[in-house]
Every structure is written in structure tokens, then in C-alpha cells.
């Protein structure tokens, strides 16, 4: 479309998009590009460069604009040209021609229900430093280096495509590409479903499987501790290479294909340590926040270019140790595997945000039950001959964040992320937890729809945001109580492992059960101790019964025939929860109803002690047979109604909110 598409270029750089800021920006988030339109109220309607109307973030200024020596003449580049017609492509719903009338119905059937969330967070002279801006703009650059690290441990030729989906001119194909973070959809099956030409025919949908040798299983992988280089290979943060008749385990840092990428976050994020500094009048707790981010900093900027099998041990212990009052919050490194083919390799990601101390207060409920108390409760409810309680700190620490940024694994193309409890691995394992509070008037009015739609107009006034946020923290506060995963188990034969090693794969969705059915449980321990009322309580209960809707319908089996991990975990609860009868569906509404508020919580305790069982004695087994229950047994599919649930989210109007960060830092 040329320069008329762009708009006639104005003396100093100044471009004219035919759009409105608000609009560029929300087009601009869902086509990935990293940049914002900061408006001008003197000159609507003109991005002017020259005067820093376009802020940049997460990639070098010179990606898009170009300056002379005196930092005048500013001017936009091919790849700033490139994107402006994309955006404006988008906004106007155009078709370059270049896929299939087919491919482009696929495409939109993959996206459809996407409510993309555009966060523009912004950084003022007022409020921060030179310092913190420049320590701010390194991280931002390394969370761009982190980015194209994860999209190479999906898929070896990643960037190349990216570079054949962004040149295509089509932005249907552009948004699936940063949606899913490569070029094939996640949720429809059919093969031809691709933001490629096609043909040729686009490689297979296997995330990661380049970093194992050809065709390996999740059997054979688990075969390997058996090796003397058993630990090793086991690493969730390197690649499993076939030598000769042998096998070797290549960290990912040095490994050819992640190392520059990682290698660049490295150097960011030292640069961001020497701008880690406490205000020149600031506090004696402010100097002790900066200098354990600083000691962070640096410690994974080490370890993303290690040679070691397990290299983040101390920057974990690290990262534990920056105190929850510290006004800045990073995470950065490989963390989850659900992502990945066999789900054994953890996933580079950056997640960047803001401490929000008001928030902070959501889990004192649990510090005063007691977290100890919560640690010996469980172990009797899994049984004393299996599990022994653990000695639990009576602070574990959360971290309340309000999120400025995200990228690599962190960033999901079809959910918000809402808490984690970080680091998975090693000795600080479960050492943190964090939970977002971007919340929204959008959420809330979100949930109560979810209510309203397959609970019915009587259950809505039980969904309160704070209530939801109460939900949120025992599911994340839970992941560090009974088994965790490098504890010892013995196996049915007499052989000894880990959690992790021994339920393989299906380890995820085990563990991500308990923690959500957790907050079922313990509402009736929290009442009792007269922490909470009992209409407190259901509205606790209410707000998750709403979470598991959400997920059952969204589909239970990705293309692969594989079990979501969180759409797994909503259909074992809600199908327990139906065979308990404590919910049951209601044929003359249409609906669903509590059948029993006060059984829940025993019926949660019986899931529980499932759970906690099958981690404790490693019965991989037992917990594949308690997966296929739920989601594949047509009995137990026949209650749960996964294709009913879909139905009627899509009816409703039911999407998952999904944000994108977008950053502006003023000088």
C-alpha cells in the first residue's frame, strides 16, 4: 500500500495513521509490536517522532526510528513503516491475499473469543528516578531477549517464521503468531489451521520437541534417571541430546540455538544492576530492598548463560530473599513446562510489576489461622503412614504485584495469569509467592456473568472481588504445603524417587488440582476458628465454582488429544463435586445449583486426600487413572456437559480477558 497507507510524511518526522491513540495502541497490543502512541493534545491525529510521541519498549529505539548525530532528524524505519500499515490493515479488517479464504476462516475460528486487555503502565518523571528508569528500560530489553529465547524452545525456525508472518501483511495471521507464540493454532485441530502459506504444509504442532531426541515419549524420557547421568538429563533447563548410544543433557545456556538470545538478556540485566540503586535520601529498608534486587539481578544474569544442569539455585535464594516490602518485583528465568510436548522443560519468561502493599493484606487470614496448623491438617487428612508434616515458616511470604510487563511462557494467549508460587525446582522451591492484582470493573462484572449464566441470577450476589482473591491465595499458598516435587518417595516396588520424576507428565495437572481444590477445604477451617462467616464462605465457594466453569469450556483436550492442564483440573473438581451431588444440574433451568454449601468442603477434603495420596507414594498409575475419569469416561463427561458448557459461554459472551502491557517511561 506504500506511503499512502502510511500517511504523508510531515517535516520532523511526523506520521498520520488515520486512527485515534486509543485505537493504535489496543491494534498495536494485539499485533505484538512494542511500542505506544502517547497522545498530544495539541496535534490530534499526528504521531510525531520528533517529539518522543512513540514510546518504545522491550526492543532497541533504532528497531523503529533513526536520529542523526545530534539526536535530531528524527525519522521512521522500514520496520516502523511495516507495522503502522499493519495496524492500520487491522483496523480496517484487510486481506492481502496471501492465505486461503479457508486458512483465514481457521484462523479467525482460533481467535475468536480473545478480550484483549491493553495495560498502558505509566513510568513519570515525578515519581522515579533516572536511575530506576534506565534500570526499568534494561529489564524491558531483557524481557525482549527472554521473548525470542521461548520462542526457540517451541520451535527451532520460530523467529524465522515470524519473519514470513509479519512480512505477509496479513494481520490475522500476525495476531495468531503473537497470540500463541508461533504459527500454528492451539485450539483447532484441522492441520491447515496456520498463519504459513499453505502449502507447503507447516511443521508439527510440537513444542519443544526439538530440544529430545526424535520422537522420544514421556515413557522414555522417564527411563533416563535410571542412567548415571540420570539427574542431569532430568533438568527441566536443558536439552536432551542423543550421542552415539548415549545421551548427554546441554544447558540451555550454552546451548547454540538459546544461547545468543540468553547471552543478550544477560547483558541486560547487569546493566539494569548498575542502575539498581536506593533514592539518594532513601531508607535504611529501601537500600536493603535495592541491594537484594541488585544481588538478584546479578545472579540471574549469571545463570542464563551457565553450563551447569541446575544453575538457578542461587539466584532463587536470591530472589526469595528480596523482601516483600521492595517497591520493584521481577521474576525472570525458565519456570513452567506446561507449554512443552512432554511438559519436562521449563519455559523462559519475565514477569515485571510494581508492589501493591494495600493488596498485601489479602493473606493475613491465612497467617493467623496458621500456616503450620494448614501443613499438619493436611498430612493427617493424606494419612501419617505416607506423609509426615513438614515444618512450614510462619511468614511464607506473597507478594502482592500489579504487573507492568510480561513476555516469553509468562505471557498466555488464552488466560491472565493470576498468582504463581515460584521457584518450582531445587532448594528454595515454593519459597515465593506472588499474586497480580490487575484487577478490573471488567473482572468482577466477568465473574458475575459466569455466575449468572450457569449458576443462575440467585447465585450472582455471592460473587465479591474479594472473596475471588481469597480463592487465588490458598490455591497459591497450597502449592507449598504436603508432598512438593524433590520429595523422596518409595514407589509400589520398593524403588525410591520424586514426586516429579515419579508422576512424569501428568505431575501438572495432580498438583495444580490440589492447590485449586484447597480453598474448598479449608473455608470450613476458616469458619470454625471464626475467621470468616458462613455467607463468607459461600461466597468463597461460588467464586471458584465460577473458575471451573470458565475452564471446562473452554475444551478439555488440546488438537493433540492431550488434557489441558487447567481444563483437566476444573473438569476433576466439578465432576467430584457432581458424583458427591453436593452440585447438580437442574434440567428445568438449564442450569446448575449448590445442591449443598455445607458438603463441599467434605467433599473437597475426600479429593484431597486423593491427591495428597497419589503424590506421597509417586502412584502415577492411580493419578492417570484419576484423570481419565473425568476427562475421557463418557458417564462422568455426561454430568460435567463440556460441550454444553461451551455452548452456553459462547452464548453468553463468555471470553477469557487476556492482557498486554503496554510501557511508557517518561525522561
Known amino acids: 500500500m506504500g506511503d499512502k497507507s502510511v500517511g504523508a510524511m510531515e517535516q520532523g518526522g511526523a506520521l498520520k495513521p488515520g486512527m485515534t491513540p486509543e485505537e493504535f495502541n489496543q491494534l498495536s497490543a494485539r499485533l505484538g509490536y512494542p511500542f505506544v502512541w502517547k497522545a498530544d493534545a495539541e496535534n490530534p491525529g499526528t504521531l510525531d517522532l520528533a517529539t518522543g510521541e512513540l514510546a518504545i519498549f522491550s526492543v532497541p529505539q533504532d528497531r523503529y526510528i533513526t536520529t542523526d548525530a545530534k539526536g535530531a532528524q528524527v525519522e521512521p524505519t522500514d520496520a516502523l513503516r511495516s507495522a503502522i500499515r499493519l495496524i492500520q490493515d487491522a483496523k480496517g479488517g484487510n486481506d492481502p491475499g496471501v492465505l486461503t479464504p479457508a486458512q483465514r476462516k481457521l484462523l479467525q475460528q482460533e481467535l475468536n473469543g480473545r478480550q484483549l486487555n491493553a495495560q498502558l503502565t505509566h513510568f513519570s518523571a515525578a515519581e522515579y528516578t533516572r536511575d530506576e528508569r534506565a534500570m526499568v528500560r534494561h529489564i524491558l530489553l531483557a524481557g525482549g531477549y527472554i521473548r525470542k529465547a521461548h520462542l526457540k524452545q517451541r520451535n527451532r525456525g520460530n523467529l524465522a517464521y515470524e519473519q514470513i508472518v509479519y512480512g505477509m501483511g496479513d494481520p490475522l495471521a500476525a495476531e495468531l503468531f503473537f497470540n500463541n507464540h508461533g504459527p500454528w493454532c492451539e485450539k483447532v485441530a484441522d492441520p491447515q489451521c496456520a498463519a504459513l502459506p499453505i502449502p507447503p504444509p507447516p511443521p508439527p504442532r510440537t513444542a519443544g520437541a526439538h530440544l529430545y531426541p526424535s520422537g522420544m515419549t514421556a515413557k522414555q524420557f522417564q527411563a533416563l534417571e535410571r542412567l548415571p547421568n540420570g539427574r542431569d538429563l532430568m533438568s527441566p533447563f536443558v536439552a536432551v541430546e542423543e550421542e552415539g548410544k548415549r545421551y548427554k543433557a546441554v544447558p540451555f545456556g550454552i546451548h547454540p540455538l538459546l544461547h545468543p538470545s540468553l547471552k543478550s538478556a544477560s547483558i541486560e540485566l547487569q546493566k539494569a544492576a548498575d542502575y539498581a540503586k536506593p533514592r539518594p535520601n532513601g531508607s535504611d ?112 511470604p506473597m507478594t502482592f504485584v500489579r504487573e507492568v510487563f510480561a513476555e516469553g511462557e509468562a505471557r498466555h494467549g488464552h488466560q491472565a495469569v493470576a498468582a504463581f508460587s515460584l521457584p518450582n525446582w531445587g532448594p528454595n522451591a515454593m519459597g515465593a509467592k506472588w499474586m497480580f492484582t490487575n484487577e478490573s470493573p471488567a473482572t468482577t462484572e466477568r465473574q458475575r456473568l459466569i455466575a449468572k449464566t450457569f449458576l443462575g441470577d440467585a447465585y450472582v450476589p455471592y460473587v465479591q472481588p474479594q472473596r475471588a482473591t481469597t480463592k487465588t491465595v490458598a490455591h497459591e499458598l497450597f502449592h507449598g504445603f504436603g508432598p512438593q516435587d524433590e520429595t523422596v518417595v518409595t514407589l509400589a516396588d520398593g524403588t525410591k524417587s520424586t514426586v516429579r520424576n515419579a508422576l512424569g507428565d501428568i505431575k501438572p495437572i495432580i498438583e495444580e488440582t490440589k492447590a485449586e481444590t484447597s480453598g474448598y477445604w479449608l473455608v470450613e477451617q476458616f469458619e470454625q476458628a471464626g475467621l470468616i462467616s458462613a455467607q463468607e464462605r459461600k461466597e468463597i465457594t461460588v467464586s471458584g465454582i465460577g473458575w471451573l466453569f470458565s475452564f471446562v469450556s473452554r475444551g478439555l483436550m488440546t488438537p493433540e488429544g492431550k488434557v489441558k492442564t487447567y481444563s483437566g483440573v476444573a473438569a476433576i473438581i466439578l465432576g467430584h463435586f457432581i458424583e458427591k451431588g453436593v452440585i447438580k444440574y437442574d434440567e428445568a433451568r438449564g442450569q446448575w445449583t449448590v445442591a449443598d454449601f455445607d458438603a463441599i468442603p467434605a467433599a473437597a477434603g475426600d479429593l484431597l486426600r486423593t491427591l495428597g495420596r497419589i503424590q506421597a507414594t509417586g502412584d502415577q498409575v492411580a493419578a492417570q487413572k484419576l484423570v481419565d475419569h473425568f476427562t475421557k469416561d463418557p458417564g462422568v463427561l455426561n454430568g460435567i456437559r463440556p460441550g454444553q458448557v461451551a455452548a452456553m459461554a459462547e452464548k453468553a459472551g463468555i471470553i477469557p480477558m487476556v492482557p498486554r502491557f503496554q510501557v511508557v517511561i517518561d525522561d
Open 285 to 396: 529498608q529501601e537500600k536493603k530492598e535495592m541491594a537484594a534486587l541488585r544481588d538478584y539481578l546479578l545472579k540471574v544474569a549469571d545463570a542464563l548463560v551457565s553450563d551447569k544442569p541446575y544453575p538457578f539455585d542461587a539466584a532463587d535464594e536470591a530472589w526469595v530473599k528480596i523482601p516483600v516490602t521492595s517497591k520493584w518485583a521481577l521474576r525472570i528465568g525458565p519456570d513452567e513446562v506446561y507449554w512443552d510436548v512432554l511438559q519436562q522443560h521449563a519455559g523462559y519468561q519475565i514477569h515485571f510489576g510494581i508492589s501493591d502493599p494495600v493488596a498485601q493484606k489479602g493473606a493475613e487470614l491465612f497467617y493467623r489461622y496458621g500456616l503450620q496448623k494448614i501443613e499438619a491438617e493436611f498430612a493427617d487428612l493424606i494419612g501419617t503412614d505416607v506423609y509426615q508434616a513438614r515444618p512450614i515458616a510462619a511468614d511464607l
